[in-house]
């Protein structure tokens, strides 16, 4: 069970993410008493020694309020650390890059973000060597019998891009466990509001910020958090002097003004996806509907007991053809076509249609069906989604 089920539970999540971090001096407040930690967006810092020595002397090194945010979410992950990079892609990437060495091995979800699964059968099977096995992680067997002792990290990404598939991760994390392996969940859909990954046992989080985390469409980032101090320092020093990538100030400022209002955002994404997934079910141009609130949903009892909820992504496979489903997409007025999600504003996507790349994918990867459409359920009037859909489908 994760840490919020309990009403009280979520409250507290609630002032988490609302208050600053709990620390004796605040140091991010310089005496000014600022409700809302000030940017910081000087490149360097007064050098000085002894008992005036600065905790930052350069921004790539460390920033005052890039720290203030990474502190902030790895208290709402329950972990230890954090680090903030300037996309999500960039804290999967370092992730991988870092804790796997050319001819290693990594065991992965077969159904994933394209991006990372570019990233391992492109980049790193094609040019470090590294044994890449993509599996059904839907049953934890098919984990089990890919892993052993040499394996370098576990990758899952539950739930699933674009499939909405979940992932048993206490059962995959007792795995790691059993080998000796790292285990990372990339938890973007499910949001710290609704999972907690490092509670039931995974070794590190990957959130790309741009989503639930902002939730305005206005900042690119992402976050990798982690209670091990080992992986930490590898992946602090990979993101310092490897790749010098970590996320502006600014954008350390949107994403820790987005996270105040996370709890209220997820409760109404979800009540409103659950409206849409129940609408579409019901529709007959409709063939299918992933959304784990739903008990048509196979794994919804899974999603039931590792998760406090369901979140605001909904898939569907459109019953037409590829023409009747582009009209569909242009006869939408209040859904925008586009990429991305997690913001308050309901976007839609087809990944055949709208992003050729995306839909294209390798020979090991799940198959996604052609008609499929990922919807992010938005914070709109819910009837005025429905509306929007039951005018557009044909």
Not at 66 to 72: I, K
Not at 122 to 128: P, T
Not at 227 to 253: H, I, T, W
Not at 324 to 352: D, M, Y
């Amino acid at each position: 069970m994760t840490r919020y089920k309990s009403q009280s539970d979520r409250s507290r999540f609630a002032t988490i993410a609302v208050g600053e971090p709990e620390t004796e001096t605040h140091p991010h407040r310089d005496g000014t008493n600022d409700v809302i930690p000030p940017i910081h967006l000087s490149s360097t810092f007064e050098w000085a020694s002894g008992e005036d020595a600065n905790e930052h002397d350069y921004s790539r090194e460390s920033n005052p309020t890039r720290a203030a945010l990474e502190e902030q979410l790895a208290r709402l992950e329950g972990g230890e650390h954090a680090l903030a990079f300037a996309s999500g892609m960039a804290a999967t990437s370092t992730t991988m890059l870092s804790l796997v060495p050319p001819g290693g091995h990594v065991v992965s979800s077969d159904t994933i973000y394209s991006g990372t699964e570019k990233l391992l059968v492109e980049h790193m099977a094609g040019h470090l060597d590294v044994d890449i096995d993509l599996v059904d992680a839907r049953d934890p067997d098919n984990v089990a019998d890919a892993v052993n002792v040499d394996t370098d990290l576990i990758w899952a990404e539950t739930p699933s891009n674009p499939l909405i598939r979940l992932c048993d991760i206490q059962t995959i994390a007792d795995i790691a466990e059993d080998n000796g392996t790292l285990f990372a969940v990339d938890s973007t859909f499910g949001s710290p509001y609704y999972q907690a990954p490092l509670e039931l046992g995974a070794d590190i989080v990957v959130h790309s910020t741009t989503k639930y985390l902002n939730g305005h469409s206005d900042s690119i980032g992402g976050v990798v958090i982690t209670d091990d101090s080992e992986v930490f320092q590898k992946l602090g020093f990979a993101q310092r002097v490897g790749f010098g990538n970590m996320l502006s100030p600014f954008d350390c400022y949107l994403v820790a003004r987005g996270i105040k209002t996370l709890p209220a955002r997820m409760e109404q994404h979800e009540k409103n996806a659950m409206t849409v997934a129940r609408f579409l079910e019901s529709h007959d141009r409709v063939a299918r509907v992933y959304y784990p609130g739903l008990e048509s949903h196979p794994q919804h009892d899974l999603a039931s007991e590792q998760m406090s909820g369901y979140s605001g992504m909904v898939s569907f496979e459109f019953d037409g053809t590829l023409v009747e489903l582009e009209a569909f997409i242009e006869g939408l007025s209040v859904f925008t076509p586009g990429a991305s999600l997690g913001g308050v504003e309901s976007l839609i996507e087809v990944p055949s249609l709208m992003i050729p790349d995306e839909f294209s994918r390798s020979e090991d990867s799940a198959e996604i069906p052609e008609t499929l459409v990922r919807v992010s359920v938005g914070l709109e009037n819910a009837d005025d989604l429905c509306e929007d859909l039951r005018t557009a489908l044909p």
